[in-house]
T-cell receptor, first 114, second 109 residues
Framework: DADVTQTPRNRITKTGKRIMLECSQTKGHDRMYWYRQDPGLGLQLIYY???????NKGEISDGYSVSRQAQAKFSLSLESAIPNQTALYFCATSPSGTGSSEQFFGPGTRLTVL | AQRVTQPEKLLSVFKGAPVELKCNYS??????LFWYVQYSRQRLQLLLRHISRESIKGFTADLNKGETSFHLKKPFAQEEDSAMYYC???????????FGTGTRLTVIP
């Protein structure tokens, strides 16, 4: 089945470390997204990409960067992790086109910054 | 600016009772509204969208532009409905979803 996968699924790191979270998809979708989920805050958009050459900031991009290495891969980096970046991170994809608004989510990566 | 409000963080109902999860939004144009659901140990997934006007797993949601609401309803709750529910909005011509903070529904047997 076409899928959205995230690696790692869990990660514990220390303040100041550089961390990369990876997302891969076999759905053939052009659009990819990174969200973070915090208790009581729902999902907030970090970055999104509509194709390999297109990267856009979301609501909370400070402290994060992304790389769209291929249509199927979208990585999220924390250049210097801090404790308030402890959260659950979700990758999502969607097909392009005005009528294609459903997003398909990965299983999530739980990141803890000590 | 767009905003999605889900006033209830937790909601418990008995099996067989009606359930309504509230969602209100703030948006100046004509939004697209969605309900996403996350069952235990499963991924977040689309439950329904207002433009489809469909009933999924017995759930319905009607967009009320006058009250700027998109409440999710089901006449008879089932135990398998226990999950986290998120209301989401997409603005006109936009490509991003804005999510509410979610409501955790527990159906008591």
């Amino acid at each position: 089945d076409a899928d959205v996968t995230q690696t790692p699924r869990n990660r514990i790191t220390k303040t100041g470390k550089r961390i990369m979270l990876e997302c891969s998809q076999t759905k053939g979708h052009d659009r990819m997204y990174w969200y973070r989920q915090d208790p009581g805050l729902g999902l907030q958009l970090i970055y999104y990409s509509f194709d390999v050459k297109d990267i856009n900031k979301g609501e909370i991009s400070d402290g994060y960067s992304v790389s769209r290495q291929a249509q199927a891969k979208f990585s999220l980096s924390l250049e210097s992790a801090i404790p308030n970046q402890t959260a659950l991170y979700f990758c999502a994809t969607s097909p392009s086109g005005t009528g294609s608004s459903e997003q398909f989510f990965g299983p999530g990566t739980r990141l803890t910054v000590l | 600016a767009q905003r999605v409000t889900q006033p209830e963080k937790l909601l418990s109902v008995f099996k067989g009772a009606p359930v309504e999860l509230k969602c209100n939004y703030s948006y100046s144009g004509s939004p697209e509204l969605f309900w996403y659901v996350q069952y235990s140990r499963q991924r977040l997934q689309l439950l329904l969208r207002h433009i489809s006007r469909e009933s999924i797993k017995g759930f319905t949601a009607d967009l009320n532009k006058g009250e700027t609401s998109f409440h999710l309803k089901k006449p008879f709750a089932q135990e398998e409905d226990s999950a986290m529910y998120y209301c989401a909005l997409r603005g006109t011509g936009a490509n991003n979803l804005f999510f509410g903070t979610g409501t955790r529904l527990t159906v008591i047997p």
